[in-house]
T-cell receptor, first 110, second 114 residues
Framework: GQQVMQIPQYQHVQEGEDFTTYCNSSTTLSNIQWYKQRPGGHPVFLIQLVKSGEVKKQKRLTFQFGEAKKNSSLHITATQTTDVGTYFCAGGGTGNQFYFGTGTSLTVIP | GAGVSQSPSNKVTEKGKDVELRCDPISGHTALYWYRQSLGQGLEFLIYFQGNSAPDKSGLPSDRFSAERTGGSVSTLTIQRTQQEDSAVYLC????????????FGPGTRLTVT
């Protein structure tokens, strides 16, 4: 079946350092969404990418969708303590399902 | 307007009992998803409803799990003869339509099977 893997599983950074999480699918995706889940909270939508090679930015966050639409990345520049949480990618398949990645838990050390 | 709501927020049940979890999606959202999240893990897709179409049940882990959505709005996830491995947070999400739309998640129901 379809799988979406994320690396790394955990990342600890000093405040001000950059952070990147990578998402890889075994099959081509129709689109990809990114979500953030704060500790004890529920996932909150960040962004959606649809086009091959698409790049979108939200302030310090940069999202990329690979040319083959099988991988994606989220890069955070100059992390802040408010960035703490788990970041999930979710790939849209051929049906209506979303295949959530395994998540990357980010800890920011002040 | 109001977001997605779920009830109960916490449920402790004995092994072998049946439980019902409820989800109230955002008004007007035709799509509704159920996911399961074990401690420190990702989201496991369970079932998807879209309008009046037959639900996509491909993620249900066993025949002890079932879900229905009445009137295209409220949904109930039922787990029969609960097992300890069913312990998890059950999340419901709704969206405007198919997979091209963002999902809005509810706060979840934490199920503990003792």
């Amino acid at each position: 079946g379809q799988q979406v893997m994320q690396i790394p599983q955990y990342q600890h950074v000093q405040e001000g350092e950059d952070f990147t999480t990578y998402c890889n699918s075994s099959t081509t995706l129709s689109n990809i969404q990114w979500y953030k889940q704060r500790p004890g909270g529920h996932p909150v939508f960040l962004i959606q990418l649809v086009k091959s090679g698409e790049v979108k930015k939200q302030k310090r966050l940069t999202f990329q969708f690979g040319e083959a639409k099988k991988n994606s990345s989220l890069h955070i520049t100059a992390t802040q303590t408010t960035d703490v949480g788990t970041y999930f990618c979710a790939g849209g398949g051929t049906g209506n399902q979303f295949y959530f990645g395994t998540g990357t838990s980010l800890t920011v050390i002040p | 307007g109001a977001g997605v709501s779920q009830s109960p927020s916490n449920k402790v049940t004995e092994k072998g009992k049946d439980v019902e979890l409820r989800c109230d999606p955002i008004s007007g959202h035709t799509a509704l998803y159920w996911y399961r999240q074990s401690l420190g893990q990702g989201l496991e897709f369970l079932i998807y409803f879209q309008g009046n179409s037959a639900p996509d049940k491909s993620g249900l882990p066993s025949d002890r799990f079932s879900a229905e959505r009445t009137g295209g709005s409220v949904s109930t996830l039922t787990i029969q003869r609960t097992q300890q491995e069913d312990s998890a947070v059950y999340l419901c999400a709704s969206s405007l339509g198919t997979s091209s739309y963002e999902q809005y998640f509810g706060p979840g129901t934490r199920l503990t099977v003792t």
